[in-house]
């Protein structure tokens, strides 16, 4: 895959930088969801195993994979999308742009989306962690 050069120059283009920016964002949106499906494996690896007993509840775990698919599924769309972003160079007019432009802001709130929900869950399993753990503690 050749990858769109994200310098920017001073001789660029509005339009150009946006789309230089956006390949940067999708760049970094690739690498904070490979990192949150390794997250996912270490996650679902303690609730199903160390925390299960404590919990008496198998929908943490279920819930952890549930979200392994979906950032497993909105991963693999990102990498798809930033291949067909190697077009962009082809474009000739300001409607072959905003074509990109607009499918980017799609993505984005796709990925918004994930990461808020995923963050939630996150932070619900924890509060629950961090009651457990006060609830043995107290005894």
């Known amino acids: 895959m050749k990858t769109l050069n994200t310098t920017i120059y ?3 283009t509005d339009v150009d930088i946006t789309h230089k920016i956006n390949t940067m964002e999708l760049d970094n949106w690739i690498n904070h ?11 679902i690896g303690i609730t199903s195993k160390d925390l299960k007993n404590k919990f008496n ?6 819930r952890f994979q549930k979200k392994e698919g979906e950032n497993e599924t909105l991963l693999n769309a990102l990498q798809k999308y930033a291949t ?3 077009n962009i160079i082809e474009c000739e007019d300001m409607d072959c742009d905003m074509i990109y432009i607009t499918e980017h ?7 918004l989306y994930h990461l ?6 996150k932070d619900e399993f924890f509060n629950k962690v961090q009651g457990k753990f006060t609830l043995l503690d107290a005894n």
Do not use: F, P
């Open 33 to 43: 969801l490979k990192y949150i499906k390794k997250e996912l494996v270490n996650l």
């Open 57 to 62: 509840d198998d929908t943490v775990v279920e």
């Open 10 to 12: 001073n001789h660029d």
């Open 116 to 121: 808020d929900k995923y963050r939630r869950l």
């Open 105 to 111: 802001e799609s993505y984005r709130r796709s990925y």
């Open 84 to 86: 067909s972003r190697s």
